[in-house]
């Protein structure tokens, strides 16, 4: 947040702040998470203003929790019915408040800044790895365990309340402006680029679909023959989309209703953590380095 830096080390069930010199400023001890895969954790802290906001989805008591980032003093905890998901809260500022939209094996909900239950979804898959993002005045939720059926992708509309669970055989409701039964994805979250929504599959194919009804607009296109596959979500630059493979290739395809490979750079080691932009750079981890790649001075 410009002044330190919060890491949540959920399977350790540790939440700390450190400045900028690595001295640490404050750790709470949240509770280990236990999932029931026993894959470890895999959900990131989100920030928003004074707090930060944790999941913590376990086989023993599941929560999500809001920490003050000054002291790391607990604000509030709710109690959540689930037992492991993977993915990240995502605080939405919308048009007509602000919530904190979680998604999870049992349920997507969707809290206020105090821990209330303003909303919930009913209809994900048993593992739940992708996060949530806005765009488009839209939230846009997936999930998509393999081998499963459905593997859902929602998009929502601000203002919902109660249960805005599909009825049997609907794509839409109030809520809900559009919603796909098998664009879920298992690891990578999706990317909307303008008015395109373009989901990255794990075995190395991208489709794009319309952003605000959902219409196919081309299916599924091979990346490269050669791929072993992509765990790092999809990210966007100066109108190009960047997906980066577990092998450290990372190909540049053109944005728009064509699809099209314009490049490709190669960082010669596994990579699967999903890169970080911000300040004119861009962040990549690849099994033994971190880069930094930003444009030359002048």
């Known amino acids: 947040d410009g002044r330190f830096i919060y890491t949540y080390l959920g399977s350790a069930g540790l939440l700390t702040a450190v400045d900028f010199k690595g001295r640490t400023i404050w750790t709470n001890e949240t509770g280990a998470v236990e999932g029931a895969s026993e894959y470890g954790s895999g959900s990131s802290p989100a920030l928003y203003k004074d707090r930060v ?31 492991q998901s993977w993915a990240t809260p995502l605080v939405w500022e919308n048009e007509l408040r602000t919530e904190i939209v979680t998604a999870s094996t049992n349920k997507v909900r969707s809290y206020d800044l105090d821990g ?74 999706a990317l909307v680029l303008g008015n395109y929504y373009y989901t990255l599959l794990d075995r190395g194919f991208l489709l794009c679909h319309d952003a605000k009804t959902g219409k196919e607009i081309y299916g599924r296109q091979r990346i490269s023959a050669e791929s072993s596959g ?34 490709k750079n190669s960082l010669n080691e596994m990579a699967m953590a999903t890169p970080a932009v911000l300040r004119g750079s861009v962040l990549l981890r690849t099994q033994s380095k971190l880069y930094r790649i930003a444009r030359a001075r002048k």
């Open 53 to 83: 906001i944790i999941v913590n989805d376990n086989r023993k008591q599941s929560y999500i929790a809001a920490y003050e980032l000054r002291t790391g003093r607990e604000l509030w905890n709710v109690p959540r019915q689930e037992s």
């Open 116 to 189: 209330g239950l303003l909303w919930e979804l009913k209809g994900m898959t048993n593992l739940s790895t992708p996060s949530p993002f806005a765009n488009q005045g839209l939230v846009y939720i997936s999930s998509g365990y393999p081998g499963t059926s459905p593997r859902p992708v929602y998009a929502i509309k601000p203002g919902a309340s109660g249960d805005i669970s599909l009825a049997k055989d609907q794509t839409s409701n109030e809520f809900i402006a559009w919603y796909q039964p098998l664009l879920g994805t298992y690891n990578t979250s």
């Open 230 to 263: 992509f765990t790092a979500s999809p990210w966007s630059y100066n109108g190009k989309i960047f997906l980066l493979s577990e092998d450290g290739d990372t190909f540049v395809v053109q944005a728009g209703p064509e699809f099209k490979v314009v490049g």
